[in-house]
């Protein structure tokens, strides 16, 4: 087979400096399209079809270890800069009876209901059951995966900054 280059989206990114760049991003966006996608189909067989990837996350951020969260808690965690989004997907989770609002002092804040801690624990069976054994099967190191992680999280912090910068042009 031919050298045809990185596997790329956008062919004109990947022709200047640094190709691996575009090749990453390519990597990115599929990977974050299959994950929020699995977060769905994930939620919907745990017995709630009608949430997005979102909301998912949002449930499970708050249910995170069983303390109480504001929307700016929730929004940092998540690297969400657009607050109403949350607070629409906490809106859509209160509904569903999967979290309820409190108060902690001044500031409203919200936690996960029985229901919603139920939810939660249907979700990881399912996730031990059809990816936690199918990633187990490739033989990927944990270790590996734990760097990879951090990778992520310093990637994000570059991405972070050139908006800043590029807010300001």
């Not at 190709?19 to 599929?30: D, K, M, T, V």
């Not at 108060?103 to 229901?115: F, M, W």
């Not at 059951?129 to 990778?151: N, T």
């Amino acid at each position: 087979m031919s050298n045809l280059g990185p596997v790329v989206s956008s062919a004109h990114l990947a022709a200047g400096r640094f190709p691996e760049l575009s090749e990453f991003e390519f990597g990115l966006n599929i990977a974050g399209n299959a994950f929020h996608r699995w977060c769905v189909r994930a939620m919907a067989a745990a017995g709630h079809g009608d949430l997005s990837a979102l909301d998912v996350l949002v449930l499970h951020s708050v249910r995170h270890r069983g303390r109480a969260k504001t929307l700016a808690d929730i929004c940092l965690v998540l690297n969400v800069e657009d607050t109403h989004t949350v607070n629409y997907a906490i809106s859509k989770l209160t509904k569903a009876g999967l979290v309820k609002s409190g108060k902690r002092g001044k500031e409203k804040t919200v936690e996960a209901t029985q229901a919603g801690q139920d939810a939660c624990e249907r979700y990881r069976a399912i996730r031990d059951a059809l990816l936690l054994e199918a990633i187990g099967e490739l033989g990927i190191a944990p270790d590996q995966v734990s760097k990879l992680s951090a990778l992520l999280r310093l990637m994000s912090g570059q991405y972070d900054q050139a908006a800043r910068a590029a807010t300001v042009l």
